[in-house]
């Protein structure tokens, strides 16, 4: 297996190849993991490998196949598992200097569903430290570069999953999503990302940031095989309490390609400035859509500029007490000034966090110290509400919602690291989503004129990623990601 | 709007952070500039909005809690296997109690 061969395949591809005997699991885990460290100088997009545990799971397969046993729908292929995601026994960092030395002793669900379906884990994929940013720019192991412009970052936070997938290292990979994490990286990288419904993955070994708004989900370089990567690890999962007990659909049953008289909502707040060339992008994915046979209506999500204000006090707040943890007891590391107990605390956090997650937890301590609570975290609490309310509402007379992910394509390293709140606006296309919990996801939708992609997001009700990949399939068979 | 000095350090306090007075020179301006952002909340009439703690859908009724039997739990070695200090099955900490 050369790389180019590998950057190509499809997850059926894989299926087929070990059925036919064309090549081992073994040797294709072999041969992805020496093309991901060849190629990693270049992205930065691994933190560390995991060859042992690759190559195990990839024998498991083979010797399934060999007793002819079904060896799962994601039987040897690669797979790319963001740094804040439990591996029992391979280190997760969350990309922090915090946690650098950190080997957790179990493994997330996800990852326990991914494995025993035949999946092969490469490696742990580079963030922005403990999931906070938009960049990858935040990581404490060096930022990782865009593998379709490397002067570029490739979005945030899960940046790494997103270049490994687009560099074709890994076919699939976990990421996980609070405000835009999946998405707009798949969108800066040309790639497809899926932010499920609001407990539909269980978050069970995901290192918690703000948990009424983490999530769990797939990257893929097509709507199907992220599609796949779902269905396998969605579903009720006793150890998350706030995963849904709602079955799970088949997935790959709704890439039917059919969406005639589908009604798919513009909402007009988020087109009303948008004269860039991405708008350009979204105008002409929107045209195909309407070929298809879709039915465009224009809608109305009154509460959207209020969202990243609403977003930013309710995650920096979750994200104090989440992060409290981290006192210098149990975490691996501490301060070498810890002659108090006090001590111990401050210093082992003030040497640990970078600048993003300090400035987080001052926020989120601010807005939830006494005489500012209701201010602002009650405040927020209930914006969320009427947010939420926009989209119950906007679902009354649409099937899905689209728009952009981001208002910009991916942009140059530096460039706006100097400016937190340019930062956190920036998300303002893909935080509403998360905050009504509802399912979102990026699909590529045509490239500016520089060849940088552009991502078209599609929402829909919470449960319905049916009706989410149905149009995201019928949009990438049509050539949405050449437009 | 500008953070005080004395706010900065007295939340930091709060969330047993140490800044170097570079960082909470920096958290004025920037906590300053955020804050000042999120008081666009106020525009909002909310007096009879509930607030939202947790994301809500419709579904069935679900018997969320499960029987109360115990499960497999880590154990001492593994628990403590990232203790930076640890010793006789816990975590070590600096002295807490004088004499």
């Known amino acids: 297996m050369t790389p180019s061969e590998i950057r190509e395949l499809t997850i059926e591809q894989v299926t087929q190849g070990l059925n036919a005997r064309r090549f081992s699991a073994a040797e294709l885990a072999q041969a992805a993991l020496e093309f991901a460290q060849a190629e990693n100088p270049a992205t930065n997009a691994y933190l560390h490998f995991c060859p042992e545990r690759a190559l195990e799971a990839a024998r498991r397969v083979d010797a399934k196949i060999a007793a002819g046993q079904n060896p799962g729908p994601l039987a040897g292929v690669p797979v790319a598992v963001k740094d804040v995601i439990l591996t029992k026994g391979v280190r997760t960092t969350c990309a922090s200097r915090l946690l650098e030395r950190y080997v957790p002793p179990y493994d997330a669900t996800a990852v326990i569903r991914l494995e025993q379906a ?333 060849g940088l992609p552009v991502g078209m997001q599609i929402l829909t009700r919470h449960f319905d990623e049916v009706g989410m990949l149905r149009l995201a399939y019928a949009f990438e068979q049509a050539g949405g990601a050449q437009l | 709007m500008k953070i005080s000095e004395e706010q900065v350090r007295y939340v930091a306090d709060l969330a047993n952070l140490e800044l170097t007075d570079q960082e909470v020179a920096r958290m004025c301006l920037e906590l300053g500039a955020i804050l000042q952002y999120m008081d666009k909340l106020n525009e909002l009439d909310t007096r009879h909005v509930e607030p939202m703690a947790q994301v809500l859908y419709e579904a069935e009724e679900t018997a969320t809690l499960r029987e109360d039997v115990e499960g497999p739990t880590l154990g001492p070695e593994a628990a403590l296997a990232n203790a930076p200090l640890a010793g006789a099955g816990y975590f070590k900490v600096p002295k807490v109690i004088e004499r």
Do not use: W
């Open chain 1, 118 to 450: 035949g999946g092969v884990i490469l490696g742990k994929t580079n963030c922005d430290e403990f999931a906070m940013g938009s960049s990858n720019e935040n990581s404490a192991f060096g930022p990782v570069r865009n593998p379709l412009a490397p002067d570029r970052v490739p979005g945030g936070s899960s940046g790494g999953s997103a270049a490994a997938v687009a560099q074709g290292t890994a076919l699939v990979a976990l990421g996980s999503d609070t405000g835009g994490s999946i998405r707009q990286p798949a969108s800066f990288c040309g790639i497809v990302g899926i932010t499920p419904t609001y407990g539909r993955v269980s978050r069970y070994g995901l290192v918690a940031f703000a948990s009424s708004l983490d999530h769990i989900g797939p990257f893929a370089r097509n709507v199907r095989d992220a599609a796949l990567l779902l269905q396998v690890i969605a579903g009720r999962d006793p150890m998350d309490s706030t995963s849904a007990f709602a079955p799970v659909p088949d997935y790959l049953a709704a890439l039917d390609g059919n969406v005639r008289g589908v009604k798919v909502g513009l909402p007009r707040e988020y087109f009303k400035d948008l004269t860039s060339q991405t708008g350009d992008c979204i105008a002409r994915g929107v045209d195909l859509l309407r070929k298809l046979g879709c039915e465009i209506r224009d809608i109305s999500l009154p509460h959207t500029e209020y969202a990243i204000a609403c977003y930013y006090i309710i995650c920096t707040a979750e994200a104090s007490s989440n992060l409290a943890r981290y006192d210098g007891v149990r975490y691996t590391r501490r301060s070498a000034h810890s002659e108090t107990l006090g001590d111990m605390y401050r210093h082992s956090r003030g040497e640990g966090f970078g600048a993003e997650c300090k400035r987080r937890i001052m926020l989120g301590t601010y807005v939830l110290s006494a005489g500012y609570y209701e201010a602002y975290y009650l405040k927020a609490q209930k914006v969320r509400t009427l947010i939420a309310r926009d989209f119950t509402e906007a679902f009354r007379q649409v099937d899905a919602i689209v728009t952009p992910v981001s208002p910009f394509p991916a942009f140059r390293l530096g460039e706006k690291i100097a400016d937190p709140l340019a930062m956190y606006l920036s998300d303002i296309y893909t935080i509403t989503g998360s905050l009504a919990g509802i399912p979102c996801m990026s699909v590529p939708c045509g490239k500016t004129r520089d």
